[in-house]
């Protein structure tokens, strides 16, 4: 069986203080599974206290992007080795944000990527189509281009995809499990790695990760708004996927 992959990522929130309250209120509801790796990815001003207090622990630490070149003058950016000295083992590229916000590009997505793997960092690298797409029928399509852009040269096991349609991130929206799955799917496919982990991302919630997490395809979520909270994300770490009767 692949392996499931729960990320919480906390975007532009928790201060240190914060993010270690958080940690003393998680850590004890989580239960210990090994069929299930749990990663938490800070923003970078909370890596180096996160890392100090998860040091040893089952829990891993992410981080939220990663530059291509290891130093270099780019203000604002992070660089793969500045990671690992913190013991970040998993990183997010290409999430739809900066993809929105920054115009990345499936070229600049997979510039990171391969940075990442170069310095033995995971990548967890997201693709999703908008809602304009999606409404013009364009899903299958968009997500095909960014397979092949951005999986181009890397290392596919040492890889985590995300899959996050635009149009449910932070709306309160979730894809269907039965759509997601099948995109999930496609992906697996067009990655030519049928061991490949696959995410899904979008407003994931405690009331859905079980249904979610019985698909064939989804190996795991990646969790925005509801890993902000303790107890939500505990419960979507300790999922039980439903068996069918």
């Not at 850590?27 to 299930?36: A, H, M, N, S």
């Not at 990671?83 to 115009?103: A, D, F, M, N, Q």
């Not at 281009?145 to 309160?172: F, H, K, N």
């Not at 030519?192 to 982990?197: E, K, T, V």
Request: charged letters at 20%; aromatic letters at 6%.
């Amino acid at each position: 069986m692949r392996q499931a992959f729960i990320a919480g990522n906390w975007k532009m929130h928790m201060t240190c203080a914060a993010a270690l309250r958080f940690l003393e209120d998680f850590l004890p509801q989580v239960t210990e599974t090994t069929d299930r790796t749990v990663i938490l990815v800070p923003p970078f001003t909370a890596l180096s206290s996160l890392s100090s207090a998860m040091h040893g622990g089952r829990i891993r630490l992410g981080a939220q992007n990663v530059h291509w070149d290891g130093d270099g003058a780019y203000t604002g950016e992070i660089s793969a080795p500045m990671l690992t000295e913190h013991g970040v083992r998993y990183v997010i590229v290409g999430h739809s944000e900066p993809r929105k916000y920054w115009c990345e590009t499936d070229e600049a997505v997979n510039r990171r990527a391969h940075a990442a793997q170069k310095e033995g960092l995971t990548p967890i690298l997201c693709i999703g189509e908008s809602l304009e797409q999606r409404q013009a029928g364009e899903t299958d399509a968009v997500i095909h281009r960014q397979v092949e852009a951005g999986l181009d040269g890397l290392e596919l096991d040492s890889l985590v995809v995300a899959y996050e349609p635009l149009w449910a991130i932070g709306t309160g929206k979730t894809c269907g499990a039965p759509e997601a799955n099948r995109i999930c799917g496609l992906i697996r496919q067009w990655s030519g790695n049928p061991d490949l982990p696959i995410q899904y991302g979008g407003s994931v919630k405690p009331g859905t990760i079980d249904e979610l997490m019985h698909q064939s395809h989804i190996d795991g979520v990646l969790v925005g708004g509801a890993s902000l909270d303790p107890d939500a994300f505990a419960r979507i770490v300790n999922y039980q996927a439903f068996t069918e009767d």
